[in-house]
T-cell receptor
Framework: GENVEQHPSTLSVQEGDSAVIKCTYSDSASNYFPWYKQELGKRPQLIIDIRSNVGEKKDQRIAVTLNKTAKHFSLHITETQPEDSAVYFCAALKAYGNNRLAFGKGNQVVVIP | DAGVIQSPRHEVTEMGQEVTLRCKPISGHNSLFWYRQTMMRGLELLIYFNNNVPIDDSGMPEDRFSAKMPNASFSTLKIQPSEPRDSAVYFC????????????FGPGTRLTVL
């Protein structure tokens, strides 16, 4: 099955700087890649997703880029704010056939005021 | 809409006892997921229902775990007998179209098995 890995496990950034989290996946046929944000003690929430027919997607201060050749995708957060501090989970799915959404272990992002 | 509703929010039980977790998905959503989250293993999918039918239960750890969805507005996850290693946060999520539509998570049930 699909195997998703996230790096780095913990990332500290100064408020206002950018943060980048990278995920790698193993199945080249995967074609759907969501990112979830989980604040401390809260539920995971989808923040952005990308499908394999595009290389980049943006939504205000967040963006996701996909490199299908290298089998990795990254979350970019610009102008970080304290409320961006959370655990971010990436996932990958081969969206046909009986497959399951495979999650990475999560990245802890700490924004230092 | 109230979102996904889970109960109880916290459950403390003793090893060997039966535990039942409950979930009410968002009205109109046809897909329901049960996840388990621990520090060691991260977020794991346990089971996925579509139109009340279990589609993928390969993540259910063992026979002690069972899940049902008797109708479109209710699902249960049961652990019998419970063990300390089952201690985790259990999330229920629903979507309007399987994995590739946004999954909306409930607040979770924090289970502690002593």
């Amino acid at each position: 099955g699909e195997n998703v890995e996230q790096h780095p496990s913990t990332l500290s950034v100064q408020e206002g700087d950018s943060a980048v989290i990278k995920c790698t996946y193993s199945d080249s046929a995967s074609n759907y890649f969501p990112w979830y944000k989980q604040e401390l003690g809260k539920r995971p929430q989808l923040i952005i997703d990308i499908r394999s027919n595009v290389g980049e997607k943006k939504d205000q201060r967040i963006a996701v880029t996909l490199n299908k050749t290298a089998k990795h995708f990254s979350l970019h957060i610009t102008e970080t704010q304290p409320e961006d501090s959370a655990v971010y989970f990436c996932a990958a799915l081969k969206a046909y056939g009986n497959n399951r959404l495979a999650f990475g272990k999560g990245n802890q992002v700490v924004v230092i005021p | 809409d109230a979102g996904v509703i889970q109960s109880p929010r916290h459950e403390v039980t003793e090893m060997g006892q039966e535990v039942t977790l409950r979930c009410k998905p968002i009205s109109g959503h046809n897909s329901l997921f049960w996840y388990r989250q621990t520090m060691m293993r991260g977020l794991e999918l346990l089971i996925y229902f579509n139109n009340n039918v279990p589609i993928d239960d390969s993540g259910m750890p063992e026979d002690r775990f069972s899940a049902k969805m008797p109708n479109a507005s209710f699902s249960t996850l049961k652990i019998q007998p419970s063990e300390p290693r089952d201690s985790a946060v259990y999330f229920c999520a629903s979507s309007s179209g399987g994995y590739t539509d946004t999954q909306y998570f409930g607040p979770g049930t924090r289970l502690t098995v002593l």
